[in-house]
């Protein structure tokens, strides 16, 4: 059973920076992406980013573009999301995903495995 492990997460001032960290082992296929969402209590899971397994090809909500960047690690199965230039709003629970099928999807039904996730919590 593959497992995703989210870390990272805290409390940041607006304007702050965090680095989300996210681990998936047991992987049996070579080409996969790993995707970032976030949820808050009153609205519903929304995509953050995705990035493929050789960190080639990236895409970005238009709420965080510019901001937040996602990359490969050195370790194998391991990405991070760098996030800068934080907001309130960006305040939520935030989730990594493994989608197997490479679709490049955004679409979080098309992920197959998920982390725990990780809270990410900016003060005003």
């Known amino acids: 059973q593959v497992q995703v492990v989210e870390s990272g997460g805290g409390l940041v001032q607006a304007g702050g920076s965090l680095r989300l960290s996210c681990a998936a082992s047991?992987?049996?296929?070579?080409?996969?992406?790993m995707g970032w969402f976030r949820q808050t209590p009153w609205k519903e899971r929304e995509f953050v980013a995705v990035i493929t397994w050789n960190g080639e090809i990236t895409d970005y909500a238009n709420a965080v573009k510019g901001r937040f960047t996602s990359s490969r690690g050195n370790a194998k199965n391991t990405v991070y999301l760098q996030m800068n230039s934080l907001k309130p709003e960006d305040t939520a629970v935030y989730y990594c995903a493994v989608e197997l099928n490479l679709l490049g999807s955004t679409n979080e039904r098309d992920f197959d495995y998920w982390g725990q996730g990780t809270q990410v919590t900016v003060s005003s």
């Open positions: 047991r992987l049996t296929v070579d080409d996969y992406a």
